[in-house]
C-alpha cells in the first residue's frame, strides 16, 4: 500500500498518537464520570461548584494522562485528582475554609470509601427501582435529576403546577427509598 492511501490508523505521526490519547482518555474519562461527579457531591454541597469540580478534574486528569497506568482502574486514579482539586476549592473558598480545618474532608473522604460496597449495592438497587417506575414518573426523575431541569421548567415541559411538580417529586423519592430498603432487606435475608 502507499504512503497516499495508508490508513489512518497506522499514521505513526505524533498527531495520530495524540489523536489516539484523546479518544483513549475520553472513553474512559467518560465512563467514569458519574462516580467522580458523585465523588466530588459528597465533598462539596454545591451542585454547581461539583460541576465546575468535574470539569476542573477532567483538565488535571488529561494533563497527567501519561502518567497513567493502564493496568490499574481509572476512577480511582480519576478521583485523587478530584480530591486535590476539591481541596483546592475549599482553601479557595472562604465559604468553606471551616471544612479543611481538623481535617474534616479527609474523614469525609475515609467514610466514603468504607461505605463504597453499600453504596454500589444501594445504586444497583436504586436502578432496578427506577425501572419500576411508570413512565411518567420516571421522565419527572430524570428530567430533575438527570437533566438538571429546574422544577419551573419541568411544569412547563409537563403542563403541571410547580407544587404538582414539588410534590410528586417528594412522593417519587418515597416510592424509590421504600423500594430500595424493601430490596436490601430481602437481598439481605436471602444472604
Not at 505513526?12 to 490519547?21: C, F, H, L, Y
Not at 468535574?54 to 480519576?78: E, H, M, N
Amino acid at each position: 500500500m502507499d504512503e497516499q492511501n495508508r490508513p489512518v490508523s497506522d499514521d505513526p505521526s505524533p498527531a495520530a498518537e495524540v489523536g489516539d490519547r484523546h479518544a483513549q482518555f475520553l472513553a474512559l474519562f467518560l465512563a467514569s464520570e458519574k462516580e467522580v461527579f458523585r465523588y466530588i457531591s459528597a465533598l462539596v454541597p454545591s451542585v454547581v461548584d461539583a460541576q465546575d469540580l468535574v470539569q476542573q478534574t477532567a483538565l488535571a486528569l488529561w494533563r497527567k494522562f501519561d502518567s497513567y497506568d493502564s493496568r490499574q482502574p481509572f476512577t480511582p486514579w480519576a478521583c485523587r485528582f478530584a480530591l486535590l482539586e476539591v481541596k483546592e476549592f475549599l482553601r479557595r473558598s472562604r465559604n468553606w475554609q471551616a471544612l479543611l480545618e481538623g481535617d474534616l474532608a479527609d474523614e469525609l473522604v475515609r467514610r466514603r470509601e468504607s461505605l463504597t460496597a453499600d453504596l454500589d449495592r444501594r445504586l444497583a438497587f436504586l436502578a432496578g427501582c427506577l425501572d419500576k417506575l411508570p413512565n411518567h414518573q420516571r421522565a419527572v426523575v430524570e428530567g430533575y435529576y438527570y437533566e438538571r431541569h429546574s422544577v419551573e421548567s419541568l411544569a412547563t415541559r409537563t403542563g403541571r403546577t410547580v407544587e404538582a411538580i414539588y410534590k410528586s417529586l417528594q412522593r417519587i423519592r418515597q416510592t424509590l427509598l421504600e423500594c430500595v430498603t424493601v430490596s436490601l432487606q430481602q437481598a439481605e435475608s436471602q444472604a
